[in-house]
């Protein structure tokens, strides 16, 4: 796809969903919704449903939109002429009413699936919302359809800064377009939140795979970036374009609560340029190594409960969305074409001016994964963690993993290893092990207190640097069966006792098996005394992950729903690194979410 928030063909990004690549959306919607009409059609022309002597009121439609907010007021206008020119769908007039909401709160919504949507039609203004809205599995179905429009994401600066940094001449990549920004703090930078945003979460994105390329410390570049921005940021994309000094006297841009610079979309700053006079008018920067796209993917919600009216009529204005007359309703509001060209006039406007590369390819789309990582580096930085990490040392944990001629231990190991170079000096971890007696009648034991990475360790060297040999050292317990209910309810007792408010607390536990331990808790009794001692008012999720197929991922699920966490299965341990920020990030949006 290249052209698009994620990858065209998700069978290889590493989602692992199935979901169908976009150059065939369109046919897979249209080939359901045929199937369904080829038997309804002959019954609703004999019912007199499909009557064409009705009015348009009579016969109408009706389909309601939720559509991103930047993108809600064009499809609006293509929905309102709709209306007016009494387009029709099998004989039916399409009444289309749009809503403005955000993507976020979409997606989550649709996640949690505990309300049936009042909409049949989702417009995000990027894919990845669609894997966010199927990331439990259990909520509303949706099946995508055609992008609609795109709008790369960009550097936006008020004039002085844009001057100080060379524009429009200087070109950039995005990792030194943000050492620039950054330096001697030379321009005051903000971004939306991209826990919340598409635009701040790509970009991002697009910062560390540009860091990378650079080489060195690459990881340390990207968390200083990320803290940066976390001081400076707002809540959406709407949020931090008020955060921008607009007094062209200069006055405002010399206050130090104003930005200078802001991550924005190319049609954000178009929208705000249209209203803005003089030195109030934005400039952009295209980074050389390519801009990502947001791309407005149409997308049916629980397309199965759709009658086969409203799927004829919901395809139908996916249709007209596509049309030359939508297309230039698209365009001047500010947005590109599907496969991200626009006119000069449009980029002009917006604030881009040769010899930015703002007519090159978009960036090779970041992968699932890619933007998983991410997320759950920023919810890490944003908030440091502190995190006991519980792993299972029973004697199945030597058991080799196909394919792999390593122990489930062994490649466990190295995925711990991994994933602590994601974390920053401050954040906190701490590791316990556990097998049946490991610790006399004890079920675990501790083998690194929970201690701030960056601090020195008795010895020599830092914590992280003693809790890496740790991880390196552990070994299956010969004999050792799996002693999770007691260890759970220790783990969870002592994160509770040493919470540090101000930071991400929780207990991070990695087993391959079920309880074994006949001497321990029950399960149920467990479940009890978690609700019984939970505090919302001092968090400590549970983040379980079920390493291997003998794994009971429902099990802890179950145990850890009730502390605000979750339960995870990975088949291959190597996959742990990333499960443990999809955790980290799942849990602490969740916990953000419930204090608002």
């Known amino acids: 796809m290249g052209r698009h928030s994620l990858p065209d063909d998700y069978a290889t990004d590493g989602s692992g969903d199935g979901s169908p690549p976009r150059r065939r959306r369109t046919v897979v919607i249209a080939t359901m919704l045929v199937l369904a009409v080829a038997a309804g059609t002959a ?50 007039c399409l009444h289309i009413q749009v809503v403005a909401r955000d993507s976020y709160k979409v997606a989550d919504a649709l996640s949690a699936g505990t309300r049936t949507p009042d909409y049949q039609i989702w417009l ?154 003089g030195g109030g008018k934005l400039a952009l920067f295209y980074p050389k190594d390519g801009t990502p796209l947001l791309n407005y993917p149409y997308t049916l919600v629980d397309e199965k409960e759709l009658s086969t009216g409203e799927s004829r009529a919901a395809l139908r204005f996916m249709t007209l969305l596509g049309e030359e007359s939508a297309q230039r309703t698209l365009a001047k509001h500010g947005f590109r074409t599907t496969d991200g060209t626009a006119g000069e006039s449009l980029v002009s406007s917006a604030g881009g001016r040769k010899p930015q590369p703002y007519a090159t390819s978009p960036a090779t789309a970041p992968s699932a994964a890619e933007l998983q990582e991410t997320l759950g580096m920023w919810t890490i930085t944003v908030q440091s963690a502190r995190l006991t990490t519980v792993v299972d040392a029973s004697g199945s944990m030597a058991t080799v993993v196909p394919g792999r001629n390593q122990s ?102 990695l087993t391959d098996g079920s309880n074994q331990d006949d001497n321990s808790i029950s399960r149920s009794g467990l479940i009890a005394e978690l609700k019984r001692i939970a505090d919302p008012e001092r968090p400590v999720p549970l983040l379980a992950i079920a390493v291997g197929p003998d794994a009971d991922r429902e099990e802890v699920e179950e145990i850890a729903k009730v502390t605000g966490g979750g339960g995870y299965q990975v088949n291959d341990p190597a996959e742990i690194q990333a499960v443990i920020l999809q955790a980290v990030m799942t849990a602490g949006q969740a916990g953000r979410a419930a204090q608002e």
């Not at 009121?57 to 209306?83: G, N, Q, Y």
């Not at 009648?441 to 020195?456: E, H, I, N, Q, S």
């Open 408 to 509: 489930r231990m062994d490649v466990t190991k190295a995925s711990l290893i991994q994933a602590l170079g994601q974390f920053t000096p401050n954040d906190e971890i701490g590791l316990w092990e556990f097998a049946t007696t490991l610790d006399g009648t004890k079920d675990y034991r501790r083998l690194v207190p929970t201690a701030r990475l960056g601090d020195p360790a008795k010895g020599g060297g830092t914590h992280r640097e003693k809790l890496a040999a740790a991880f390196a050292a552990l070994q299956p317990v010969p004999d050792g069966a799996t002693g999770l209910y007691d260890t759970t309810l220790a783990a969870y007792k002592e994160a509770q006792s040493t919470y540090v408010k101000g930071k991400f607390n929780a207990v991070v536990i």
């Open 43 to 92: 019954v609703a022309v004999q019912d007199g449903v499909l009557s064409f002597s009705k009015s348009c009121e009579d016969s109408a439609v009706r389909l309601t939109v939720m559509a991103s907010p930047d993108i809600a007021p064009s499809v609006r206008t293509v929905a309102d002429k709709a209306r007016t020119d009494e387009t029709q769908s099998d004989g039916h």
């Open 124 to 277: 995000p203004d990027s894919d990845l919302w669609l894997d966010r809205a199927k990331r439990s599995g259990d909520g509303i179905p949706i099946t995508p359809g055609d992008s609609i429009a795109s709008s790369p994401v960009t550097l936006a600066l008020v004039p002085s800064a844009a001057k100080a940094l060379g524009w429009p001449k200087k070109k950039y990549s995005w990792a030194e377009l943000m050492a620039s920004s950054m330096e001697s703090d030379k321009v005051r930078l903000g971004a939306a939140d991209p826990g919340r945003s598409a635009t701040g979460l790509l970009a991002l994105t697009s910062i560390a795979a540009s860091s990378d390329k650079q080489g060195g410390d690459s990881d340390t570049r990207v968390a200083a970036t990320a803290k940066l921005l976390a001081q400076r940021m707002s809540d959406g994309d709407a949020q931090v374009l008020e955060t921008l000094a607009q007094d062209s006297s200069g006055a405002e841009e010399g206050n130090p609560q104003r930005n200078q610079a802001v991550l924005l979309s190319e049609q954000a700053a178009f929208a705000h340029n249209a209203g803005a006079t």
